[in-house]
């Protein structure tokens, strides 16, 4: 990897209260204990999902475990809040139609589920990477195996269980993110490892390919490296999807023109959210790391990876950014530390009250009256396993941020590497994450039973 270069910008005015020395007695008496039950979907090959996850109609809870191997494809779930069983669904390699071909298999989804018409919109995601200079690549075919064939659209209709395949995006690239206009049956979505945008017409099955605004994306060295933008919002009143870059550019696309085109007189580049090298690995730069369109609002409500500052772009008259409030944990901003993970966290949305967010992110962890380094900065928190999961919420019509408390499972280990969310319609909060067992580690589902969110 590529050096991290971060100048972080701390001060009283950015940060909006005392600098603090967070402590363990600060920790402990801000917030409370929350307790996660873990399931076992019976793939032990499962490994760190990013996104994969959404609830659906049928109150549901569907969700995508991904592989690192080049020969064991991503599998999907649902899960029944009701009876709390789960079910499998499919093989992705399969349901793109590619099982036995011998092409290193689609190992992940890395985005949320969008349900239009009665069957869930996603895309597949290549797992299987060769560290070339020190950097993820396209994996390298082992003997007797061919290149990985592309990522793919797929849907799943929730009636009758069956996966359709929609195709192969540009340039046989996998996708790190997509979304869809429901309304009118639009796809959006970014490649990897150039980030290529492109729309894809489900009716029609018309794809455009637009081209990269990430210089050579992931896969460039030096000058040309950019980091890619994880979330696209889109604005179902008028068709408008919009995303960032590491440069903190907004990018919106025009369904009357199909055309796309970057935003002048607003952009990503606050003073709140640090300053970034747009040239260096290890940081979302001044993307945002994941969003929503809010439609009472007619704005997208998202967060800063790094920094965790929760924003607003207000769409309508606009657009005009709006930096809301830090949606960190309380021992994060006790301490005034930027979040555990460089990234940012994924596991943010919007609660099936329509008005709170939920969001689950990091905080630090002390010992022996000594902050204890996370999993993204030393050997030593990497050794221990440690990363502190908060499940946070904010009401959007009062502006009222909570944090519930740290996460624990029954055993008492926490959480590791979480980036996925979906709020149940039990009010219940589902991820996926890392768990031990047996000796044995692998990702599953994990539900935090409660009530979250506002009632209506």
Partial sequence: ???????????????????????????????KKLTARTFNSGFPDAHDTYNGMGTGSDGRIYYVLCSERFDVGAQMFAFDPTTQKIQHLGDLTEACGEKGKNTIVQGKSHVNFVEADGKLYFSTHIGYYSIIDGMEKMGIPPAGWKPYPGGHLLAYEIKTGR?????????????LTTNMDSRRGRIFGLTWPKGIFFRFDVA???????GSVFAEGENGKGASYRTICRSIAVNLDDGSAWFTNSEGTLFRYDAQSDSLSPIVGEDMKKDYFGLYDPTSAGHMGYNWRQTFWYEPDNAIYGVHGNSGYLFRLNLRGGPRMEVLERLTS?????????????????????????????YLTGAPIYENGRRVKGKDSTAMGEAKGLENL??????????????????????????????????????????????KENGKTRTDLVQVRGSFGQKP
Avoid: C
């Fill in 1 to 31: 990897m590529q050096s991290v270069k971060i100048t972080a910008i701390l001060s009283f005015l950015v940060l909006g209260f005392s600098m603090k020395s967070a402590s363990p007695a600060a920790e402990s008496t801000a917030v």
């Fill in 163 to 175: 996966f359709e395949d929609l195709g192969i995006v540009p340039q046989n690239e996998g996708v």
């Fill in 330 to 358: 309380t021992p994060s901003k006790l301490s005034g530390m930027f979040d555990q993970f460089s990234y940012g966290y994924l596991g943010f949305g919007l609660g099936p009250d329509g008005r709170t967010i939920h």
């Fill in 204 to 210: 029609k099955k018309d794809m455009k390919n637009f």
């Fill in 390 to 435: 908060h499940l946070i919420t904010w009401d959007i019509p009062t502006e009222t941020y909570r944090d519930h408390g740290a996460i624990f499972y029954e055993n008492g280990d926490r959480p590791l590497y979480v980036n996925s969310l979906a709020v149940g319609k039990d009010d219940s909060v589902y991820f996926l994450a890392r768990i």
